[in-house]
Each structure stands twice: as structure tokens, then as C-alpha cells.
């Protein structure tokens, strides 16, 4: 049976606020833990560098005290040996001298020790506070989807209204990175082919010029050069046809793509080593699966050199049976996550990429240490009918 009494309405809507305000508070203690871990992190920080530099003091004169007790135990042999030579009061102290420095070693040993065991604690510490305040942050996140989602999609707006309001938006960025990618486009062109191929219009006029002033020879020299700016102009126009869309995947998949691309990015970069490596039987994928990965490790290698100054690039592939895993890590400067988070469309483009394809990604860094991306992306199902012979 069904009940006669109405809904309360007013009831539901203070209930409603209610849940609200009580999230947002939530939200607001989270921050504040997160900021006080943040300013923890940063005090033990400096007490971790201070105990390092101590550290390094206290082995400078460990090794000098090291040093020093050896003398001084082979003085002390020596005086024992041939006692009748040395007086009574050269005796004596030549065994205080080495019982001094031994006794001084041994405290300097232990104080050491105590620091070094100091800084595995503030290390540690420091790991800890760095996952609370991840975590925190992480909470903060999730918080907010819940908030605009209670207050977006909860409430009374047409859905007719927010589905094309989606689309419209959608469409403009769709726009925006078309316009951005033309722009992209012609700057290389006009930067690239465009100045050699009026640099071969300068140098034909040249060529005709030296043949009736100089004679065949020189002649003959300036065509060899011209030769080269032609052979570069056309190289040029081969990398940004390649960067548009390689060709290759579309015939040989993924990893002999992957392969040929990285090979060029150390033929135009001298000095950079990209080590390439895969795991397990290959797999030809879906199309937008293959040019979707090879974009992530395209972003991902363009950061180690660009952003990165990284001298070595490892690439790795493993064909798992329902996954592929890849991993991009350089051993360049690295970068600090807190801050490129918000500000790296780079990022963030490979993000939404990887969320196409109900994939993760994982990044580590920080200064000085390089940078390593993990991603992750589940295989289609009907990955078995279009496995490479």
C-alpha cells in the first residue's frame, strides 16, 4: 500500500543544504590538515638538510681521526718495541695520545650513527607527510566532485539545457585545438621549408650567376650545396607530414612506429639516447587505440627533451594479457609535481587521452631526480581478432 502523506519539500531542501554545508566544512578541515602537514613537511625538510650537512661533517672528521689513530697506534707499537730507547714520559704519552684519539673515534662513530639513524626517521617521516598531504589532496578532489555534482547535477536545471551546454563546450575546445594546430603548422612551415625553398630560389640565381662569371666548377660546387638544402628541405617536410600522423602505424602498428619515430628523435637530437624496449608478443590494436599511445609516448619523450634536458630516454612496452603497460623515464631535472600540476596543458592533455581510454597514468618526479610516467591502458575485447601475424 501506499502512503497518503506528501513529500515535505521545505524538509528535503534543508536536509539538502544541510549535507552541503557539512561537506563543505569537511572539506575546509581536510585543506586545513593538508596545509599544516604541508608546513611540517617543509620544517622537517630543513631539519633533514641540516642533519645531512652535519653528517657530512662529522665523516670529514671521522676519516681525520681514522687517520690520525692509525699514526698513533703505530707510534705506540713502535715505543713498545724498542721501550729501553724512549723515556718514561714519551712512553706515556705516546699510549694517552693513542687512547685519546681512539676514545674521540669511538664518540665520533656513535655520534654518526645517532645521525644517521636521525635522518632515516626524518626521512621516513618526510614519506609520510608527503602521502598524507597526497592523500589529503586526493580527499580534496573527490570532495569537489561530490559538491559539484550535488550542486550542478542534483538541482533543478534542465538536462536538455547542460547536455548542450556540454556539447557547446566540447565544440569550442575542439575549435580552439584545431586553430591552435594550424597555427602550429604554419609556424613550421614557414620556419622550416618555407625559408629553404626560398633559401634553393636564392642559391639557383647564384648557380647561374657563378657558371658565367666562374666557369662548370665552381658552378658545380654551389649545386652540391644546393643539393643538401633541398635534401633537408625535403627531410623537414617528412617530419612534419610524420608528426602529423606517421604513416607506419597504420601498416605496421605500434612498436615497429615507435621504433622508427624514436630513432628520429635521436637523428634530430644529437646527444639524446632513447633506449627502446618490449615485452611479450606484440598486438595490433584498434586505430584510435594504436594513434592514442603512440601520442602519450610522443608528449611523454618531447617533455624529457624539451622540459626535461634529459640526456637518456627509456621507453618500455609490456603486453600484458588484458593491458598494456608504458613506461617513459628519463634522467633529467625533473620537475616539482605540486607545482605543474595546475599549470602543464601538456599534462593534462595526456590525462583526458589516457581517460579515453579507461586507462591510468602515474607520474613521479621531483627536482634533480628525473621523471618517470606509468601508463596503463586496458585492451579491447576484441583485441584477439586483429593480433599481428
Known amino acids: 500500500m ?92 705516546a699510549y ?41 589532496e586526493h580527499i580534496v578532489d573527490q570532495v569537489n566532485v561530490v559538491l559539484n555534482y550535488l550542486t550542478t547535477d542534483l538541482k533543478n536545471v534542465s538536462l536538455a539545457l547542460e547536455n548542450a551546454k556540454i556539447k557547446q563546450d566540447f565544440g569550442i575546445k575542439i575549435i580552439a585545438a584545431q586553430e591552435k594546430e594550424r597555427k602550429r603548422l604554419s609556424r613550421e612551415i614557414h620556419d622550416g621549408p618555407a625559408q629553404m625553398m626560398a633559401n634553393v630560389l636564392m642559391r639557383s640565381d647564384l648557380i647561374e650567376r657563378t657558371y658565367r662569371e666562374k666557369g662548370m666548377e665552381p658552378a658545380m660546387k654551389e649545386i652540391t650545396e644546393l643539393k643538401k638544402t633541398v635534401r633537408n628541405a625535403l627531410s623537414e617536410v617528412r617530419r612534419i607530414i610524420y608528426d602529423l600522423r606517421p604513416m607506419a602505424l597504420d601498416d605496421l602498428g605500434i612498436v615497429p612506429t615507435l621504433k622508427k619515430y624514436l630513432s628520429t628523435i635521436m637523428e634530430y637530437n644529437p646527444g639524446i639516447q632513447v633506449h627502446f624496449q618490449t615485452f611479450s608478443d606484440e598486438k595490433r590494436l584498434p586505430s584510435d587505440y594504436e594513434v592514442s599511445i ?39 631535472i625533473g620537475f616539482n609535481k605540486q607545482i605543474a600540476r595546475e599549470q602543464s596543458f601538456g599534462i593534462i592533455g595526456m590525462k583526458e587521452r589516457v581517460d579515453l581510454l579507461k586507462g591510468t597514468m602515474e607520474i613521479q618526479s621531483s627536482p634533480g631526480n628525473g621523471t618517470s610516467i606509468l601508463f596503463k591502458v586496458p585492451l579491447p575485447e576484441n583485441i584477439l581478432t586483429i593480433e599481428s601475424k
Open 2 to 93: 501506499f502512503s497518503n502523506e506528501k513529500v515535505d519539500i521545505g524538509s528535503l531542501d534543508v536536509i539538502f543544504n544541510r549535507m552541503i554545508e557539512t561537506i563543505t566544512n569537511s572539506k575546509s578541515d581536510i585543506f586545513i590538515i593538508s596545509e599544516q602537514s604541508r608546513s611540517s613537511f617543509e620544517e622537517l625538510k630543513e631539519e633533514l638538510e641540516y642533519i645531512k650537512e652535519k653528517i657530512k661533517l662529522i665523516i670529514d672528521e671521522s676519516d681525520d681521526l681514522e687517520k690520525r689513530t692509525k699514526l698513533a697506534k703505530l707510534r705506540l707499537v713502535e715505543v713498545s718495541k724498542y721501550f729501553n730507547q724512549y723515556t718514561e714520559e714519551q712512553v706515556r704519552e
Open 96 to 136: 694517552e695520545t693513542a687512547n685519546d684519539l681512539q676514545i674521540r673515534l669511538s664518540l665520533t662513530r656513535s655520534e654518526e650513527k645517532r645521525l644517521r639513524e636521525k635522518r632515516d626517521d626524518l626521512e621516513r617521516r618526510l614519506r609520510t607527510l608527503y602521502d598524507t598531504i597526497e592523500r589529503a
Open 294 to 332: 603512440f601520442r602519450l609516448v610522443q608528449e611523454s619523450v618531447n617533455n624529457s627533451i624539451k622540459h626535461g634536458k634529459s640526456p637518456d630516454i627509456w621507453v618500455k612496452i609490456e603486453w600484458l594479457s588484458k593491458q598494456i603497460s608504458i613506461l617513459v623515464k628519463d634522467n633529467g
